[in-house]
Protein backbone atom coordinates (compact mmCIF):
# COMPACT_ATOMS: atom_id res chain seq x y z
CA UNK A 1 0.00 0.00 0.00
CA UNK A 2 2.11 3.13 -1.40
CA UNK A 3 0.89 6.34 -0.04
CA UNK A 4 0.93 9.57 -2.04
CA UNK A 5 3.61 12.41 -1.31
CA UNK A 6 3.90 15.50 -1.95
CA UNK A 7 7.24 17.69 -2.69
CA UNK A 8 7.78 20.90 -0.65
CA UNK A 9 10.76 22.36 -0.16
CA UNK A 10 11.40 20.87 3.13
CA UNK A 11 11.18 17.16 1.62
CA UNK A 12 8.64 15.02 0.69
CA UNK A 13 5.57 14.90 2.64
CA UNK A 14 2.45 12.15 2.94
CA UNK A 15 -0.02 13.83 1.18
CA UNK A 16 -3.74 13.91 3.97
CA UNK A 17 -5.73 12.42 1.55
CA UNK A 18 -8.49 10.67 2.71
CA UNK A 19 -6.78 7.50 1.23
CA UNK A 20 -3.46 8.08 2.82
CA UNK A 21 -5.30 8.93 5.83
CA UNK A 22 -7.36 4.95 5.46
CA UNK A 23 -3.69 3.46 5.19
CA UNK A 24 -2.32 4.94 7.78
CA UNK A 25 -5.28 3.51 9.82
CA UNK A 26 -4.76 0.44 8.48
CA UNK A 27 -1.22 0.40 9.69
CA UNK A 28 -1.49 1.99 13.28
CA UNK A 29 -4.38 -0.95 13.73
CA UNK A 30 -2.08 -3.74 12.45
CA UNK A 31 0.53 -2.69 14.90
CA UNK A 32 -1.38 -2.24 18.18
CA UNK A 33 -2.95 -6.18 17.45
CA UNK A 34 0.82 -6.94 17.03
CA UNK A 35 1.73 -5.16 20.32
CA UNK A 36 -1.18 -6.55 21.82
CA UNK A 37 -0.93 -10.47 21.01
CA UNK A 38 3.14 -10.27 21.83
CA UNK A 39 1.73 -9.20 25.30
CA UNK A 40 -0.12 -12.17 25.53
CA UNK A 41 2.33 -14.41 24.66
CA UNK A 42 4.29 -13.55 27.18
CA UNK A 43 1.75 -14.78 29.82
CA UNK A 44 0.94 -18.00 27.87
CA UNK A 45 2.12 -21.66 29.16
CA UNK A 46 2.48 -23.19 26.05
CA UNK A 47 1.18 -26.68 26.17
CA UNK A 48 1.23 -29.60 23.86
CA UNK A 49 -0.98 -32.53 23.86
CA UNK A 50 -0.26 -36.39 22.13
CA UNK A 51 -2.46 -39.29 21.77
CA UNK A 52 -1.94 -41.95 24.35
CA UNK A 53 1.21 -44.01 23.32
CA UNK A 54 2.88 -41.94 21.15
CA UNK A 55 6.62 -41.60 21.36
CA UNK A 56 7.68 -38.27 22.23
CA UNK A 57 11.58 -36.50 22.37
CA UNK A 58 11.89 -34.48 25.02
CA UNK A 59 15.09 -31.78 24.46
CA UNK A 60 15.87 -29.39 27.23
CA UNK A 61 18.21 -26.14 26.72
CA UNK A 62 19.61 -26.49 30.36
CA UNK A 63 20.16 -29.17 32.60
CA UNK A 64 17.62 -30.04 35.16
CA UNK A 65 18.64 -30.59 38.53
CA UNK A 66 16.57 -32.76 41.31
CA UNK A 67 17.08 -29.67 43.25
CA UNK A 68 15.17 -27.55 41.32
CA UNK A 69 11.40 -29.43 41.85
CA UNK A 70 12.11 -29.29 45.63
Known sequence: MAQSRV????????????????YQGLIQSGSSASDIYLEELKNVTPVVTVQAGTEVLIYFKEAINEADFL
Not at 7 to 22: E, K, W
Open 7 to 22: STPFGDMRSANPQNQI
